[in-house]
T-cell receptor, first 115, second 111 residues
Framework: DTEVTQTPKHLVMGMTNKKSLKCEQHMGHRAMYWYKQKAKKPPELMFVYSYEKLSINESVPSRFSPECPNSSLLNLHLHALQPEDSALYLC??????????????FGPGTRLTVT | DAKTTQPNSMESNEEEPVHLPCNHSTISGTDYIHWYRQLPSQGPEYVIHGLTSNVNNRMASLAIAEDRKSSTLILHRATLRDAAVYYCILRDFRNTDKLIFGTGTRLQVFP
C-alpha cells in the first residue's frame, strides 16, 4: 500500500471557523509533510514532521497549527483563516530522514475555500 | 536553495519520445536532481532522481550533463496519461526533507 489519504477532499469555511485537515499513511514512513499549492503555482513546503516531532516550520502563520498524533497520522488545524489561504493543501510522507533522497509520496490534497 | 530553470510548456504527440530539459547552473556537489510530475487534479508523483550518472526506471530516463549544470528527463513513448506538469528539483542530501518546487514544464500530449 503506497497510498497517502487525505480528508476531506473539499472544505469550505468561514473566517471565524475552526476546522482540521487529516492525512494518513500506512507505509511505515517516519517523515510527514504539509504543502500549500495555490492555483497554477507549484507546491510550497509548510511543515515537516520527523518521528512525530516538528522539524521544519517554513515561517507559516500561527493560524495554521500542525499536529502529529502518531506515526501514521498528520493533522492541520485551521483557525481564523483569510480568503487568501484558499488553496490545495497537500500531505506527503517519506521514509526516515537522513542523507538519503527518499521519494515523497503525496496525497490527492484537500481543496480549501475560505469565505 | 539552488534554482532550476525549465521551459513553461512543451508539446508532444502520442507514442513519440519527449525530452524535458532543466538547467541548474548553480548546482552544488551535495545536490541530487529529482523529477516529480503532477497530473491534473492530483498530488505530485515521484518520477526519478540521480546524482551524477544517467538513471533509468520503468517511468523514464534521466540524462545528467557531465558538469551537472543541466539534465534532461526522457519519456521514451509519450502517452495521453503523461500530460502533466513536470518539476525538476534540486535536493541537498544534507537536508533531504526539503523539496523546493520550481515553476515546472506543462507537457501536452496530442493523440
Amino acid at each position: 500500500d503506497t497510498e497517502v489519504t487525505q480528508t476531506p477532499k473539499h472544505l469550505v469555511m468561514g473566517m471565524t471557523n475552526k476546522k482540521s485537515l487529516k492525512c494518513e499513511q500506512h507505509m511505515g514512513h517516519r517523515a510527514m509533510y504539509w504543502y500549500k499549492q495555490k492555483a497554477k503555482k507549484p507546491p510550497e513546503l509548510m511543515f515537516v514532521y520527523s518521528y512525530e516531532k516538528l522539524s521544519i516550520n517554513e515561517s507559516v502563520p500561527s493560524r495554521f497549527s500542525p499536529e502529529c498524533p502518531n506515526s501514521s497520522l498528520l493533522n492541520l488545524h485551521l483557525h481564523a483563516l483569510q480568503p487568501e489561504d484558499s488553496a490545495l493543501y497537500l500531505c506527503a510522507s517519506s521514509q526516515d530522514r537522513g542523507n538519503r533522497p527518499y521519494e515523497q509520496y503525496f496525497g490527492p490534497g484537500t481543496r480549501l475555500t475560505v469565505t | 536553495d539552488a534554482k532550476t530553470t525549465q521551459p513553461n510548456s512543451m508539446e508532444s504527440n502520442e507514442e513519440e519520445p519527449v525530452h524535458l530539459p532543466c538547467n541548474h547552473s548553480t548546482i552544488s556537489g551535495t545536490d541530487y536532481i529529482h523529477w516529480y510530475r503532477q497530473l491534473p487534479s492530483q498530488g505530485p508523483e515521484y518520477v526519478i532522481h540521480g546524482l551524477t550518472s544517467n538513471v533509468n526506471n520503468r517511468m523514464a530516463s534521466l540524462a545528467i550533463a557531465e558538469d551537472r549544470k543541466s539534465s534532461t528527463l526522457i519519456l521514451h513513448r509519450a502517452t495521453l496519461r503523461d500530460a502533466a506538469v513536470y518539476y525538476c528539483i534540486l535536493r541537498d542530501f544534507r537536508n533531504t526533507d526539503k523539496l523546493i518546487f520550481g515553476t515546472g514544464t506543462r507537457l501536452q500530449v496530442f493523440p
